[in-house]
């Protein structure tokens, strides 16, 4: 075979590798991008924005709406494939599986406190077990939040500096929406356990 035969054939590879490589790059991504699109609809079959979620909107939240987006999101992670684009749509369901989590976590602190408000002076000392049930709330809230970040974190980190086929992930997932203020957190904690050992200290050294 002479040089230029060789030549043609070499070009011929690599531009038959060329359109396989793009043909995969596509692949994953559509295929990353239907997951993001099929997650986001598991919210909004509920009218829950997960990036837009404020302590009074989360009060309306009903808690069946949130039990059904945490079985679609399991349903989810059980059938994506075992792909790149699969391995990164199930962490991505990990996080938003937070995102659940951190909204009843809020939800069950608030009815709590609301018992919490309703009991008279009078009959605090003998309703001690309720206050340690918001203190006990308030530290789950504050962890399940910080969880909820550092996975969002994570999964930008991770994306972000990824090779070329999953570098778009990061962006594409709308993960960074999601991740939430933790001003305050340690603050809430640090002042409940102060009110309750004040409280206890108050009704007599109750431990």
């Not at 308030?138 to 070329?164: C, H, M, P, V, W």
Request: hydrophobic residues 45%; glycine residues 6%.
């Amino acid at each position: 075979m002479d040089k230029k035969w060789r030549n043609l054939l070499l070009v011929l590879a690599l531009l038959a590798v060329a359109l396989l490589a793009a043909y995969f790059l596509f692949f994953q991504n559509d295929t990353f991008g239907q997951g993001v699109l099929q997650i986001g609809s598991f919210w909004q079959a509920e009218s829950i924005n997960p990036a837009n979620l404020t302590p009074d909107k989360i009060q309306l939240i009903n808690e069946d709406a949130i039990s059904r987006v945490q079985v679609k999101l399991a349903s989810f992670r059980q059938a994506v494939p075992d792909t790149d684009a699969g391995r990164a749509l199930s962490r991505l369901a990990d996080v938003h599986m937070a995102v659940a989590d951190v909204i009843l976590a809020n939800k069950a602190l608030s009815e709590k406190v609301s018992q919490a408000d309703s009991i008279p002076a009078e009959q605090l000392c003998g309703n001690i077990a309720v206050f340690e049930q918001v203190n006990s709330l308030t530290r789950s809230l504050a962890e399940k939040t910080k969880a909820k970040n550092e996975s969002a974190r994570q999964f930008i980190s991770d994306y972000a500096n990824a090779g070329l086929i999953s570098a778009s992930y990061a962006q594409e997932s709308g993960v960074a929406a999601l991740v939430s203020d933790e001003t305050g957190l340690d603050a809430a904690v640090q002042s409940s356990d102060e009110g309750l050992q004040e409280l206890k200290d108050s009704c007599g050294g109750v431990q």
